[in-house]
């Protein structure tokens, strides 16, 4: 792996051609494409992490560099971001920075839902006791929807739309799709109470 030299544009292009390849075929047959992006061992596919079933992942770093790399496969969208530097902290700082900028580009590519559809999300949510993580209740602040989220850790994340009906966590790789009078994330649905 520290053998690979490229540049941040590079990684776009390639990014780009895969999610293009997924789709409709291209770079790649569509078959080889989603054979290389379906995970088969934890959340990788061939060397490249799936997260939420829809952004294809990959970071590295080695002594003096960092890289944080992520492409959606529903459209054409990739961030790419490369340190000459490397530590702990920046890190995990650069990944912050690629997830944020990656975010606000999905959330402006979508369609915005009107506070009234926003308002009919929002109530608590039945959740099975033995869920690693399920959005407990969702709520209005501010102008914005939260999910307030139960597993090990219990907290409260801003969501952002991605597509009708569906949402991702800010800071996070949780999406949830809204169906009636329900939610589902992680292949968990939960009923509106």
Not at 32 to 39: E, G, H, I, K, N
Not at 111 to 120: G, M, N, W, Y
């Amino acid at each position: 792996a520290a053998g690979l030299w490229t540049t941040p544009t590079e990684l776009v292009k390639i990014g780009r051609a895969l999610s293009k390849s997924y789709r409709e075929g291209g770079l790649l047959r569509k078959k080889t494409a989603r054979r290389m992006l379906t995970p088969f061992m934890d959340s990788y596919g061939l060397g490249i992490q799936s997260f939420r079933g829809d952004i294809g992942y990959h970071d590295g770093w080695n002594e003096g560099f960092l890289t944080t790399w992520l492409f959606s496969l529903r459209e054409d969208l990739c961030v790419a971001v490369m340190f000459n530097r490397s530590t702990d902290e920046l890190d995990w700082k650069q990944t912050y920075i690629a997830i944020e900028l990656f975010q606000t580009a999905e959330e402006d590519l979508a369609e915005k839902p009107s506070k009234r559809s926003l308002k009919a999300l929002c109530g608590k949510y039945e959740h099975p006791d033995d869920a690693e993580i399920c959005v407990d209740e969702v709520f209005m602040q501010d102008g914005k929807l939260y999910a307030k989220f139960l597993g090990d850790d219990e907290f409260t994340s801003q969501l952002y739309p991605i597509g009708k009906k569906t949402f991702g966590r800010k800071g996070g790789f949780t999406k949830i799709i809204f169906g009636e009078n329900c939610l589902t994330t992680g292949g968990i649905t939960c009923k509106k109470l």
